[in-house]
């Protein structure tokens, strides 16, 4: 079966400093990985995914996230916070037969000015 | 090129009432996908569909939810006699024929929020 976990319910940074998002994973066989950021009241966007390749994968609004398989890890990243960016973020796996992702419980994102 | 779309965008239906909640997938999507949003919860996989067949129910509540995807029209999902606890935001996606190792992206509507009363 598979789990998305994202280990904090809230992450706080102050504007212009770098944030990580934490999610980790567990599925049979090879993953497929997502973020999705949600505004208030809003839909879910998609930010980025990895299918395969270079484990740094860009993304929108400047996100990125790192793959690592042996910690089973797929983290968020972006080297300068800004306001804007304070949002609900979601991570998904799905496995490569691809019908059903599912989601992360979401961490908050809070940057401070 | 429109996305994903939904309607109501909000409904208030009193307890034992029916809900109904429409999905329009994206153009040149056959695969459609419904989440359920508790307020300060994650998403909720409920069920994915293709048209005229449902694929994975696993995440549908056993009794008084059903969701169809007909030949023709929206993807509706259903809530019978609804209770305050049904109460949430109900999110639809779409995303292409999957293609084996080139993912499967869903992309998302902007949601019915169900109010009970």
């Known amino acids: 079966a598979q789990s998305v976990a994202q280990p904090e319910d809230q992450v706080n940074v102050a504007e212009g400093n770098p944030l990580t998002v934490k999610c980790t994973y567990s599925v049979s066989g090879n993953p497929y990985l997502f973020w999705y950021v949600q505004y208030p009241n809003r839909g879910l966007q998609f930010l980025l995914k990895?299918?395969?390749?270079?484990?740094l994968v860009k993304g929108s609004y400047g996100f990125e996230a790192e793959f690592n398989k042996s910690q089973t890890s797929f983290h968020l990243k972006k080297p300068s916070a800004l306001v804007s960016d304070s949002a609900l973020y979601f991570c998904?796996?799905?496995?490569?037969?691809?019908?059903?992702?599912?989601f992360g419980a979401g961490t908050r994102l809070f940057v401070k000015a | 090129n429109a996305g994903v779309m939904q309607n109501p965008r909000h409904l208030v239906r009193r307890r034992g009432q029916e809900a109904r909640l429409r999905c329009s997938p994206m153009?040149?999507?056959?695969?459609v996908y419904w989440y359920r949003q508790l307020p300060e919860e994650g998403l909720k996989f409920m069920v994915y569909l293709q048209k005229e067949n449902i694929i994975d129910e696993s995440g549908m509540p056993k009794e008084r939810f059903s969701a169809e995807f007909p030949k023709e029209g929206p993807s509706i999902l259903r809530i019978q006699q609804v209770v305050r606890g049904d109460s949430a935001a109900y999110f639809c996606?779409?995303?292409?024929?999957?293609?084996?190792?080139?993912?499967?992206?869903?992309?998302f509507g902007e949601g019915s929020w169900l109010t009970v009363v």
């Open positions: 990895y299918i395969t390749g270079d484990n």
């Open positions: 153009k040149g999507h056959s695969h």
């Open positions: 998904a796996v799905s496995n490569t037969g691809g019908f059903k992702t599912i």
């Open positions: 996606a779409s995303s292409p024929p999957t293609r084996t190792g080139t993912g499967n992206t869903i992309y």
